[in-house]
């Protein structure tokens, strides 16, 4: 079994149900908080991340990646005996996910309905694309449809080029990061009240939900907000500015700060040019104050600025890609970087966990992924442990 | 005062002294889910948001959409009689959350060491730019520089462009999600260990944790992620292709569907081609099945092709601009759009909580946010009562 127990969700016992990423990154969550998960899948391949790249050694990276530090046991749903084994392990748990379609599970006879009454400490988590209601909860749902039709995507990227994804599949993860705190919200309500309730997230509403001010730019003015480029709508200068051999993100998010920004420059003058006289102004007249600022950029490097731009105390960095970032030293200082060792693929590196909790250990290796069912006989034998 | 307790976290006491977004998102969560959060500013204008764009009426639409339901205290931590005050507030609180540079707060003698003999129970949470420890601890960020720095910039907008900013400020968003998962994970651990403790959360960190599938191909294949357009790097087709009269996003994620998908094209003889037989081979030939796609959907609207597409079960969407989204019918389905009257900006909406649980209310109407300092007399008297 998967050494567990040491984190805040310490006891906490999860069944999960989720395949591929808005669930299992939930749980992944829980687990590297404590919480001991057990991974039911399908007999047919379980999880379908397992056979989506990429690959090492015929194992599934991104599957290791979000399943790290989890128990696997494969049951059929539709078995009498497989059942039976699923009812004993609802009887322990504390929490049972699952990201089907709505109405699967009930077809099962395991929507939240039918579980309540048997399990009524239970917390049920559902996530899915649309919601257990509306209109459109029956549709399926991915990442990139969400992202679409929740408007992320028509706020990122240039004018002019076709729509862009953002480069992560933040329709699940966000919608995986709501999941999690409705989960720990309900068992914070159970302390009280002594029982679980059913927690719904959809896709959609998590990337409403994070739009932040874009819905607010529309309610203030009616005016749909399209696509940013590389600049904040409303604060100035706060974008990715071309050197001469790259870029440099600079974020001079208040007076003092353009202030000072202008003296590293050798441009005093324009923190006194009326057009620039106040965030508001900066952002009304932004192609204006680009443009100089590119002028006193071009004469030298990234690095040189970001040297000059830091002892200045202006909040600035590099545009890093992801071996930048994996060498980075913070990133390696908190810890990010952990490492799992896998018996086919070997150690692999994966992102650690960005909670960091005073009282509780972040330990720098983690317990790597299950295959398939690894699981099942420790987990039939501790059934029969009384509970 | 403002109305508490009927969320799941109603009775827990939340002091706030954050500022602009990863941390009055990670309260306003907090509020939302029943707590009661009191916004601890400066005497100075407060909340530095409060300035920041756009306004109606003189009021900021962006601070009203982050900061409903909370109450408002002006303080400074740096007078003796206000001092006194903050600590009455901290010795009923349950949490404690700032988003100061790291040790600002030891600086005002309030740091963790020394807040934790005098409340022993406090969930001290701080969220900040590169966390607590490490050699970037001091550095000042804001949301465009840890979007740079941790990577999903080098992921996101199409090749040849300039860098692109995720359209929303995922730096600051994620973190703040991330430090509302540790503060409750710490509430729940408090259930059993009957002490709190520090919640340490970095925006870069955050990014890290947030990269997803990018570290796992840098691992599996040594090359660095570039831009991805608007495509999956390792699921095809899941990206957004053209029509005759926009885009419509496809993605069809695994066999049966992309058999659905060419059947639903009248170009039945591309599932059998073996250049597109799995999904491993449908990535590696993207470019020349994304050419027959287009093809195939150049004939037709975006509109005609989402109702063929939804008939035959295939998960796609229309790429919606932001007064798209606010008139979906299932976002109304799902209150995810609320309003808040204010009585100078009028009825104002904005995003939803996108936790719905089966035994709390979700109500389409919210308390306003504060105004600077609104509550003091009311938070002065309710001192006064024993605790």
Redesign the interface.
Known sequence: MVAHGS??????LVIDLTRV?AGPFCTM?LAD?GARVVKVESRQGGD?SR??????EGRS??F??LNRGKESIALDLKDDADRAIFEQLLARADVLIENFRPGAMARLGYG?DDLRPRFPKLVYASAS????????AS????????????????????EG??????????GD???G??T???I??????R???G?G??????M???Q??????????????GT?????????P??TP???L?TNDG?V?I?A??DALFEALCRVLDRPELASDPRFAS??DR?VNQPALKELLQAALAGQTTDAWLARL?EA??????????????A????A??N??VTVDDPVAGP?????????????PDPPTRPRAPTLDEHRAQILDWLKTPS
């Open positions: 984190g805040p969700l310490a006891g906490t990423l969550l908080l379908d056979s989506i790249g990429p690959f090492v990276v991104y290791m990646s939240f694309g649309f919601g257990q209601t509306g209109p459109f549709r399926p749902a991915y990442d990139i449809v969400v992202q679409a039709m929740g408007g992320i995507m028509s706020l990122t990227g240039h080029t076709p729509p862009t994804r953002v480069g992560t599949s933040v993860l966000a919608a990061l709501f999690t705190i409705g720990q919200s309900a068992l914070l309500a302390e009280t009240s029982q309730t059913h927690v719904d997230v959809a959609l509403d998590s409403v939900a994070i739009l932040e001010n874009a819905i607010a730019r529309y309610e203030a003015t749909a907000p399209g696509p940013l480029g590389n600049r904040h409303s604060i706060f974008e990715a071309a870029f993100v974020a998010g208040n965030n508001d952002t830091t105390g202006i909040p600035c960095g590099p545009v890093n890609d992801v071996p930048a970032v994996l980075h030293p913070q990133v200082a908190r990010m970087l692999t590196r994966m992102a650690g966990n960005p909670i960091k909790l005073a009282d509780f």
